[in-house]
């Protein structure tokens, strides 16, 4: 039986929307964030020495890392399911997005957080330094390579129906997340394309199970 272990309001969440899909039975052990520091908590490194989730078990394999597992959990459990057939110029896409959604696209995302969040961890005499700092960034950097990356994911979408070609595929799960905490911070007003794709995933029935699977789900933390 495959086990997930399960971080409250995480990239984890995708990993259980992908057994929904496939159908494959599963169990969830859920771990909640340290409410000061919003950090994964120290009992996942009894499973994974990094103590980051998603982590999954599988009988004796331990697999971490979120394209891993979906890599993991397509090839052993997928026969063939959302994934574009091999050699085609949609299994090339595919893999592209596979990697490009925690690569590229979660770079500049985890930066907005770092600078959001410094001040607030920071001695109040250093606060307002800080936060003068880190709205630069935002503003000047970060900001704007979101908006970037947003452009570039909105015309893929003119395209093709899914990320990965005309079928839905797992490349679609795992790009939900940095769509949806673009939505969260109000980022999708002028991407239409992506506003469709963020309410088509979540409407899908395979979706909706895995919340009531993995619980009260936000996108205001990401790791």
Not at 24 to 41: F, G
Request: net charge neutral; charged share 20%.
């Amino acid at each position: 039986m495959i086990t997930v272990h399960h971080l409250e309001n995480s990239r984890s969440q995708r990993v259980l929307w992908l057994l929904e899909e496939l159908g494959v039975p599963y169990e969830v052990k859920r771990y909640a964030r340290d409410p000061k520091t919003m950090l994964a908590p120290g009992e996942l490194r009894a499973i994974h020495p990094l103590g980051k989730s998603p982590i999954i078990t599988d009988g004796e394999i331990t697999v971490a890392e979120t394209g891993a597992i979906f890599e993991y959990l397509i090839a052993s459990y997928g026969a063939g399911r959302l994934v574009p057939a091999p050699g085609t110029a949609e299994h090339r896409a595919y893999t592209y997005w596979l990697h490009y959604a925690e690569g590229s696209a979660m770079t500049p995302i985890l930066m907005g957080f770092v600078f959001q969040f410094l001040p607030k961890g920071a001695p109040a005499l250093m606060r307002p330094f800080l936060k003068s700092v880190g709205d630069g960034a935002l503003k000047r950097f970060v900001n704007p390579q979101i908006a970037e990356h947003l452009r570039f994911c909105e015309d893929a979408l003119s395209k093709s129906e899914w990320f990965a070609g005309s079928e839905f595929s797992a490349a679609d799960i795992i790009m939900s997340f940095p769509i949806e905490i673009a939505a969260a911070g109000s980022k999708l007003a002028d991407l239409p394309r992506l506003r469709t794709f963020h309410d088509r995933i979540q409407a899908r029935p395979a979706y909706k199970r895995a919340l009531e699977r993995g619980g009260p789900y936000g996108v205001g933390v990401a790791t």
